[in-house]
């Protein structure tokens, strides 16, 4: 059986200028690896409601997981939501609950929503509210879309309240050893492991640290012991190496 | 007349895994924003075959340039060559220029290349080479798709070599506002400008700094007298909303 999957679309003008560095989906991938779902796509689109539409169809379909970041504010640029709705053919309205959520949160600070907050009390038809302790302004889920905040702080409660609702699946383990020579020194040997360990996955990641070009190999892997054995043999490698130099 | 599309196509299960935080579709969309190339998309996909085809063809259709970034090295992992290959329909052998550009880089360092190392010397027929100083791996562009490295320093080396050879656009300048406001303040005011200056693109980001709950507005357009009035009007309203507290 394998694991469920999951996509990210991020949607975000400042992220494509340029002008904001991505946060949310790093912290996504860290997140799901922890709970055995394979995030398999991060896509990045413009604040533009037919791409948004045609790109969340297309993702929603193919994985088991869709997570929006972005476009769930009080602003003329948050579109998310309409745009969820439009996707799956629903709906979309103030509604009670997410509305209450609002006020509740305003009332602290001794205010009342304007006509432009209660558009984050907008919700698709049949979706379920992510309430989550940074913010007022719930995210919701509907089908199998997750819809979230950009502002980090609030993408990760609402994920953090999102996460136990899924269904896991089997964490994928990893270890990493480090070779002091270029990967073109050890990429027969690699190639070698990787045939004899179908099991298991490797990634070969090259870096240069000071006058040092060394590469990383990750191995990847649900069975400790596979892994364990992968790494000795890494590492017996990397000996024989250094006893050649 | 619109600016040149473009798009990234970042190859790797390490981002997607959370083991890397990715860099390079960061620098590219500050790099194309300075030369008035608008990046459309950024997609993250993992190191498959049949996915990496897909995804190329998809987008190689639909913007003026397409960027892929990963995969290039000589070890098992590095399936980018290939799978662009088959996404074109091209050949793809070692070819003598760019075995000859490999074994310069390895001749300094007293070695000759290996099998695998060869491998990197792999160019899809009818491409051109991405020569640069910092690797003596080429990339190569092929049609509108042009194939880079993914660590960050040969990736910069390699988009220092092609942005020269691309069509630019009309730069898109931005400036920013700050309002130490809620974004719930501002935005009716806020959508009016919107509707007042329908050249100019308006983007706003809620931030919270320490206190302080603010709000930052981008205001984009290829106009500068267009943008210095928008600058006004936005500097305008602050003002009024401090006398008001």
Redesign the interface.
Known sequence: MSNPTAAIL?IG??????????AN??H??????RVGI??????????DHDVIVEALNALRERYTYVFTSGGI??????ITADAVAAALGVGIDVRADARALLEEALAARGAT?????LRMARIPDGASLIVNGVSGAPGFSIGNVHVMAG?P?IFVAMLDAVLPTLTAGVP?L?REVRFEVG??????Q??QL?ADMPQL????????DGEVRGTNV?V?GTMPALLADAVARLESLRTSLANRT
């Open positions: 991020v003008d400042e992220i494509l200028s340029g002008r904001t560095r991505e989906a790093y996504l991938a860290g997140e799901l690896t394979d995030l398999s796509e991060i896509r990045v689109v413009p604040d504010g009080p602003t003329h640029d948050d929503p304007t006509a432009d907050q502002v702080s994928v990893s990967e073109g020194r050890i990429a027969s690699l190639r990787v996955t490797f990634g070969s990641y090259p870096f240069r990750v990847r």
